[in-house]
């Protein structure tokens, strides 16, 4: 583990100056956002890595952050814990850096020990990524992730250990099987890869097939509800940090997850969904949704997700379902060809890009092999059932468009 990167405030003086500068100097340049839907979740040591704070879904407020003497916006990392944590955490305010110390969550600390081999510290991620920011810094957007866990600094501590990641849809039909994805996010940096032999149990699914080559399993929801799956490593990766992700499960178009009974005026919004997209309400036999994209949401380079993943709902049974992604950057214009895997240069215009197929299921999942390059991105659903009816599309739930900027 690379120890500049890794010590907080209280566990040296010289790599407190390196790290709170690097603080200092990004702050100046930060601006307050907006309220934005995010998750937070907070674990325990390892190697249990138990929930202290469950995986939450909540809205940043404009409320700032009131502790020991100082104040930071509530749309930034702090603002998130604070309401996920329900005020269950202290901090050492630095009026020098405008930053806090985080040092207890949940009534859990860990006080520096002089002379010890191992120390920990609470530390802070972004979307699967250990952050060099102080908790006040990162002006949260819709859709980030935001983790809280121990971390050791010393001589005597073990291997600092991966995260996993779960892409999974916002929404899964009950009884039939689910595709999940699992990516490890190496802990010293770099891009994610498929974790392999990974565990993934919830919603009443405790059997499912270990991740195969590509992080993938199937699960099987046993009944409706919103549900939090896990995942963790594999023999040679059991010391990683779990993964966790929200899904609601749903019986057909029962109302619930964002779908619509019969006679229903409304649907009712999913809980844990990760797409701004609404429920349909249209009068079409074929629906398809994007989730885990927000529709004209900027992404930073590296956090556009790699897992294209939706659901369709439908009278008749499904028989195929395709997917088209255009990407255009300046006057360049090319898509995603899921024979060779790779974007290919077309014409301008999404209808120049060619679609390819995902499979027969109701709720599909797609890994992309790399993250995404910069670019304006379109990415269009085509499902079709046995009767022949076919998806219309429609911006923010069959066709979803974001940046990578």
Not at 52 to 57: H, K, Q
Not at 263 to 291: D, E, I, L, N, Q
Not at 350 to 366: D, K, L, M, N, P
């Amino acid at each position: 583990m690379n120890t500049s990167r890794r010590m907080l405030p209280a566990l040296a003086g010289a790599l407190l100056s390196l790290l709170l500068l690097a603080c200092v100097m990004s702050t100046a340049s930060a601006q307050a956002a907006g309220p934005a839907t995010v998750t937070v979740r907070v674990l325990g040591p390892a190697p249990a890595y138990e929930s202290l704070t469950p995986l939450t879904e909540l809205t940043t407020t404009s409320t700032p952050v009131t502790k020991d003497g100082g104040s930071c916006s509530g749309t930034s990392a702090a603002g998130a814990l604070e309401l996920a944590s329900k005020g269950d955490w202290e901090g050492t305010w630095s009026a020098k850096y405008n930053d806090y110390e985080v040092i207890s969550i949940d009534g859990k600390s860990f006080p520096f020990e002089e002379g010890s081999s191992a120390n920990y510290y609470w530390s802070f991620w972004l979307n699967n990524k250990y952050s060099e920011e102080g908790v006040c810094e990162p002006e949260l957007q819709s859709g980030e992730q935001v983790l809280f866990v121990p971390a050791c600094y010393g001589t005597g501590c073990p291997p600092a250990p991966n995260v996993l990641a779960i892409e999974a849809p916002a929404t899964a039909e009950v009884g039939k099987p689910t595709t999940v994805t699992v990516l490890s996010y190496p802990n010293a940096g770099g891009e994610p890869t498929p974790a392999v032999g990974a565990t993934v149990e919830g919603g009443g699914d405790s059997n499912a097939p270990p991740t195969n080559a590509q992080g993938q399993t199937t699960l099987v929801f046993a009944g409706d509800g919103n549900y939090t799956i896990d995942a963790t490593g594999a023999a040679g990766e059991s010391s990683a940090i779990r993964g966790e992700a929200l899904v609601c499960a749903h019986e057909g178009n029962d109302g619930t997850c964002g779908t619509q009974a019969p006679g229903s005026p409304t649907a009712k919004t999913p809980v844990g969904a990760a797409s701004s997209s609404a429920a349909y309400t249209g009068p079409y036999a074929v629906v398809a949704r994007a989730t885990g994209l927000i529709d004209g949401h900027i992404y930073k380079p590296g956090q556009a997700p790699r897992v294209l993943q939706g659901t369709v709902d439908l009278h008749a049974a499904l028989q195929d379902v395709k997917l088209r992604l255009t990407r255009t950057q300046g006057r360049k214009c090319s898509y995603y060809d899921g024979v060779t895997e790779r974007f290919r240069a077309m014409g301008c215009g999404a209808a120049h890009g060619v679609y390819f197929s995902v499979g027969s299921q109701a709720s599909f999942s797609y890994l992309l092999p790399e993250t995404l390059a910069p670019g304006r991105y379109v990415l269009d659903i085509e499902a079709t059932d046995t009767a022949g009816e076919h998806t219309t599309l429609a911006r923010g739930t069959s066709r979803i468009v974001f940046y990578v900027k």
